[in-house]
Protein backbone atom coordinates (compact mmCIF):
# COMPACT_ATOMS: atom_id res chain seq x y z
CA UNK A 1 0.00 0.00 0.00
CA UNK A 2 2.76 2.79 1.18
CA UNK A 3 4.52 1.79 -2.05
CA UNK A 4 1.17 2.15 -4.16
CA UNK A 5 0.73 5.69 -2.42
CA UNK A 6 4.35 6.86 -3.47
CA UNK A 7 3.29 6.58 -7.21
CA UNK A 8 0.12 8.76 -6.97
CA UNK A 9 1.31 11.60 -5.05
CA UNK A 10 -1.51 13.79 -6.80
CA UNK A 11 -3.93 11.15 -4.82
CA UNK A 12 -2.60 12.45 -1.53
CA UNK A 13 -3.32 15.85 -2.49
CA UNK A 14 0.37 16.54 -3.28
CA UNK A 15 2.25 17.46 -6.59
CA UNK A 16 0.93 19.89 -9.30
CA UNK A 17 -2.62 19.62 -8.62
CA UNK A 18 -2.73 18.96 -5.22
CA UNK A 19 -3.54 20.71 -1.72
CA UNK A 20 -0.43 22.44 -0.89
CA UNK A 21 -0.12 23.86 -5.12
CA UNK A 22 -3.67 25.38 -4.13
CA UNK A 23 -2.43 26.76 -0.75
CA UNK A 24 0.83 28.44 -2.84
CA UNK A 25 -1.36 29.76 -5.61
CA UNK A 26 -3.51 31.54 -2.17
CA UNK A 27 -0.30 32.61 -0.68
CA UNK A 28 0.83 34.24 -4.21
CA UNK A 29 -3.17 36.11 -4.38
CA UNK A 30 -2.22 37.45 -0.45
CA UNK A 31 1.10 38.63 -1.97
CA UNK A 32 -0.74 40.07 -4.56
CA UNK A 33 -3.18 42.12 -2.83
CA UNK A 34 -6.39 40.00 -2.50
CA UNK A 35 -7.30 39.89 1.37
CA UNK A 36 -10.70 39.08 1.02
CA UNK A 37 -10.80 35.53 3.43
CA UNK A 38 -13.96 34.18 1.68
CA UNK A 39 -12.56 34.53 -1.53
CA UNK A 40 -9.21 33.20 -0.75
CA UNK A 41 -10.77 30.34 1.13
CA UNK A 42 -13.19 28.87 -1.88
CA UNK A 43 -10.23 29.01 -3.87
CA UNK A 44 -7.64 27.28 -1.79
CA UNK A 45 -10.96 24.69 -1.95
CA UNK A 46 -12.03 24.47 -5.34
CA UNK A 47 -9.70 21.96 -7.76
CA UNK A 48 -9.40 24.33 -10.84
CA UNK A 49 -7.22 21.83 -12.30
CA UNK A 50 -10.74 20.02 -12.71
CA UNK A 51 -11.61 23.09 -15.05
CA UNK A 52 -9.08 22.59 -17.91
CA UNK A 53 -7.80 19.48 -20.07
CA UNK A 54 -5.91 17.05 -18.57
CA UNK A 55 -2.81 18.22 -20.58
CA UNK A 56 -2.61 21.79 -18.87
CA UNK A 57 -3.71 20.41 -15.56
CA UNK A 58 -0.08 20.66 -14.22
CA UNK A 59 -0.37 24.25 -14.79
CA UNK A 60 -3.37 24.59 -13.21
CA UNK A 61 -2.07 26.24 -9.70
CA UNK A 62 -0.50 29.23 -12.05
CA UNK A 63 -1.36 32.75 -11.69
CA UNK A 64 -2.37 32.31 -15.18
CA UNK A 65 -5.20 32.11 -17.68
CA UNK A 66 -5.00 28.59 -19.64
CA UNK A 67 -6.97 28.04 -22.66
CA UNK A 68 -10.40 26.02 -22.67
CA UNK A 69 -11.05 25.24 -26.05
CA UNK A 70 -12.95 27.56 -28.91
CA UNK A 71 -10.85 30.17 -28.34
CA UNK A 72 -11.75 31.03 -24.85
CA UNK A 73 -9.38 30.98 -21.82
CA UNK A 74 -10.65 30.41 -18.11
CA UNK A 75 -9.51 33.48 -16.19
CA UNK A 76 -6.57 34.20 -14.38
CA UNK A 77 -6.65 33.63 -10.38
CA UNK A 78 -5.73 37.37 -9.42
CA UNK A 79 -8.51 38.34 -11.71
CA UNK A 80 -11.18 35.71 -10.31
CA UNK A 81 -9.91 36.64 -7.12
CA UNK A 82 -9.67 40.50 -7.95
CA UNK A 83 -13.53 40.35 -9.46
CA UNK A 84 -14.76 38.34 -6.85
CA UNK A 85 -13.34 40.41 -3.78
CA UNK A 86 -14.91 43.42 -6.03
CA UNK A 87 -18.40 41.97 -6.18
CA UNK A 88 -19.11 40.90 -2.61
CA UNK A 89 -16.73 43.53 -1.11
CA UNK A 90 -20.13 45.48 0.52
CA UNK A 91 -21.82 42.54 1.79
CA UNK A 92 -22.49 38.72 0.01
CA UNK A 93 -25.09 38.93 -2.10
CA UNK A 94 -27.58 36.11 -2.49
CA UNK A 95 -28.72 35.90 -6.40
CA UNK A 96 -26.40 35.93 -8.78
CA UNK A 97 -25.63 36.11 -12.75
CA UNK A 98 -22.62 35.24 -14.72
CA UNK A 99 -22.03 35.71 -17.94
CA UNK A 100 -19.76 33.63 -19.77
CA UNK A 101 -19.67 30.64 -18.16
CA UNK A 102 -16.21 29.28 -19.94
CA UNK A 103 -14.71 26.63 -18.06
CA UNK A 104 -17.21 27.15 -15.01
CA UNK A 105 -14.40 28.18 -12.80
CA UNK A 106 -15.77 31.61 -12.00
CA UNK A 107 -19.20 29.88 -11.05
CA UNK A 108 -18.04 27.49 -8.75
CA UNK A 109 -16.11 30.37 -6.73
CA UNK A 110 -19.35 31.78 -6.58
CA UNK A 111 -20.98 28.99 -5.53
CA UNK A 112 -18.45 27.94 -3.03
CA UNK A 113 -19.45 31.37 -1.02
CA UNK A 114 -22.81 30.03 -0.96
CA UNK A 115 -24.28 32.54 -3.65
CA UNK A 116 -27.22 31.58 -6.08
CA UNK A 117 -25.68 30.98 -8.88
CA UNK A 118 -27.12 31.32 -12.95
CA UNK A 119 -25.02 31.47 -15.48
CA UNK A 120 -25.21 31.94 -19.23
CA UNK A 121 -22.90 30.98 -22.00
CA UNK A 122 -23.22 31.54 -25.43
CA UNK A 123 -20.80 28.26 -26.74
CA UNK A 124 -22.81 25.49 -26.02
CA UNK A 125 -20.28 23.10 -26.11
CA UNK A 126 -18.19 24.47 -23.19
CA UNK A 127 -21.58 24.84 -21.08
CA UNK A 128 -21.89 21.14 -21.51
CA UNK A 129 -18.53 20.60 -20.04
CA UNK A 130 -18.94 23.00 -17.39
CA UNK A 131 -22.34 21.79 -16.49
CA UNK A 132 -20.29 18.38 -16.18
CA UNK A 133 -18.15 19.77 -13.58
CA UNK A 134 -20.61 21.21 -11.38
CA UNK A 135 -22.36 18.27 -11.29
CA UNK A 136 -19.17 16.15 -10.40
CA UNK A 137 -18.46 18.50 -7.84
CA UNK A 138 -21.82 18.59 -6.42
CA UNK A 139 -22.17 22.34 -7.33
CA UNK A 140 -25.94 23.82 -7.20
CA UNK A 141 -25.69 26.24 -10.02
CA UNK A 142 -28.35 26.99 -12.67
CA UNK A 143 -26.98 27.66 -16.21
CA UNK A 144 -28.72 28.26 -19.66
CA UNK A 145 -27.19 28.12 -22.83
CA UNK A 146 -28.27 31.80 -24.66
CA UNK A 147 -26.63 35.46 -25.67
CA UNK A 148 -25.56 36.86 -22.19
CA UNK A 149 -25.66 40.46 -23.17
CA UNK A 150 -29.52 40.02 -22.63
CA UNK A 151 -29.05 38.64 -19.53
CA UNK A 152 -32.04 35.88 -17.58
CA UNK A 153 -34.80 38.18 -17.48
CA UNK A 154 -36.52 35.43 -15.53
CA UNK A 155 -34.89 34.93 -12.49
CA UNK A 156 -34.28 39.06 -12.42
CA UNK A 157 -33.67 41.40 -10.22
CA UNK A 158 -30.05 40.15 -9.17
CA UNK A 159 -27.78 41.04 -6.15
CA UNK A 160 -24.90 41.20 -8.49
CA UNK A 161 -23.88 40.70 -11.97
CA UNK A 162 -20.58 39.65 -13.37
CA UNK A 163 -19.39 40.14 -16.88
CA UNK A 164 -16.37 37.51 -17.98
CA UNK A 165 -15.97 38.85 -21.10
CA UNK A 166 -15.33 42.84 -22.48
CA UNK A 167 -17.89 44.27 -24.59
CA UNK A 168 -17.74 47.68 -25.95
CA UNK A 169 -20.34 49.11 -23.58
CA UNK A 170 -22.42 48.13 -20.78
CA UNK A 171 -25.24 46.06 -21.86
CA UNK A 172 -28.30 47.83 -21.35
CA UNK A 173 -30.72 44.82 -20.24
CA UNK A 174 -27.99 43.56 -17.83
CA UNK A 175 -28.53 47.09 -15.77
CA UNK A 176 -32.23 46.50 -16.45
CA UNK A 177 -31.98 43.27 -14.41
CA UNK A 178 -29.42 44.89 -11.59
CA UNK A 179 -31.90 45.19 -8.33
CA UNK A 180 -31.88 47.98 -5.93
CA UNK A 181 -28.70 47.80 -3.89
CA UNK A 182 -26.84 45.78 -6.44
CA UNK A 183 -23.27 45.25 -7.65
CA UNK A 184 -22.51 44.40 -11.09
CA UNK A 185 -19.11 43.88 -12.19
CA UNK A 186 -17.56 44.01 -16.04
CA UNK A 187 -14.80 44.70 -18.25
CA UNK A 188 -15.85 47.53 -20.63
CA UNK A 189 -13.91 48.72 -23.58
CA UNK A 190 -12.16 47.68 -27.16
CA UNK A 191 -9.23 45.62 -26.99
CA UNK A 192 -6.62 46.62 -24.85
CA UNK A 193 -8.17 49.51 -23.26
CA UNK A 194 -10.55 47.34 -21.17
CA UNK A 195 -11.51 48.74 -17.76
CA UNK A 196 -12.75 46.89 -15.06
CA UNK A 197 -16.23 48.86 -13.90
CA UNK A 198 -18.01 48.47 -10.81
CA UNK A 199 -21.41 49.76 -10.76
CA UNK A 200 -23.85 50.00 -7.82
CA UNK A 201 -27.03 50.53 -7.52
CA UNK A 202 -28.34 53.15 -4.31
CA UNK A 203 -31.01 55.07 -3.40
CA UNK A 204 -32.14 54.63 -7.45
CA UNK A 205 -28.90 55.63 -9.03
CA UNK A 206 -25.73 54.08 -10.18
CA UNK A 207 -22.26 54.63 -8.63
CA UNK A 208 -19.44 53.81 -10.96
CA UNK A 209 -15.90 53.12 -9.93
CA UNK A 210 -12.79 52.05 -12.17
CA UNK A 211 -11.00 49.20 -10.75
CA UNK A 212 -8.22 49.01 -12.95
CA UNK A 213 -7.19 47.77 -16.62
CA UNK A 214 -7.85 43.86 -17.54
CA UNK A 215 -7.98 41.93 -20.50
CA UNK A 216 -10.77 39.68 -21.64
CA UNK A 217 -11.83 37.75 -24.27
CA UNK A 218 -14.43 39.78 -26.00
CA UNK A 219 -18.18 39.90 -25.52
CA UNK A 220 -19.86 38.21 -28.58
CA UNK A 221 -23.41 38.55 -30.04
CA UNK A 222 -25.27 34.86 -30.91
CA UNK A 223 -24.94 32.06 -30.42
CA UNK A 224 -22.63 29.19 -31.08
N1 LIG B 1 -15.94 32.82 -16.40
C1 LIG B 1 -15.16 31.98 -17.28
C2 LIG B 1 -14.30 32.80 -18.21
C3 LIG B 1 -14.52 32.35 -19.60
S1 LIG B 1 -13.94 33.41 -20.89
C4 LIG B 1 -14.36 30.93 -16.51
O1 LIG B 1 -14.34 31.00 -15.28
O2 LIG B 1 -13.77 30.03 -17.12
C5 LIG B 1 -15.44 34.23 -21.35
C6 LIG B 1 -16.59 33.39 -21.82
O3 LIG B 1 -17.61 34.28 -22.22
C7 LIG B 1 -16.30 32.49 -23.02
O4 LIG B 1 -16.61 31.17 -22.70
C8 LIG B 1 -17.22 33.03 -24.11
O5 LIG B 1 -17.74 32.04 -24.95
C9 LIG B 1 -18.32 33.67 -23.29
N2 LIG B 1 -19.11 34.68 -23.98
C10 LIG B 1 -18.68 35.64 -24.84
N3 LIG B 1 -19.72 36.39 -25.26
C11 LIG B 1 -20.84 35.89 -24.64
C12 LIG B 1 -22.23 36.23 -24.68
N4 LIG B 1 -22.72 37.21 -25.42
N5 LIG B 1 -23.06 35.51 -23.91
C13 LIG B 1 -22.61 34.48 -23.13
N6 LIG B 1 -21.32 34.12 -23.06
C14 LIG B 1 -20.44 34.82 -23.81
Redesign the pocket.
Known amino acids: MTARLTLQPAARGLGMTGQRARDRLVQRLREQGIADERVLLAMATLPRHQ?IDEALASRAYEDTALP?G??????QPWV?ARMTAALVEHGLPRRVL????????????LATLGLEVH?????EE?LRD?RRRFRQLGLDVRSRH?????GWAEHAPFDAI?V??G?AALEPALLDQLGEGGTLVAPVGAGSSQRLLRLRRVDGGLVEEDLGGVV?????????
Open positions: FIRGQTISVEIGTGSGYQAAVTVERILADDGRLMTAGFVPLLPGLS
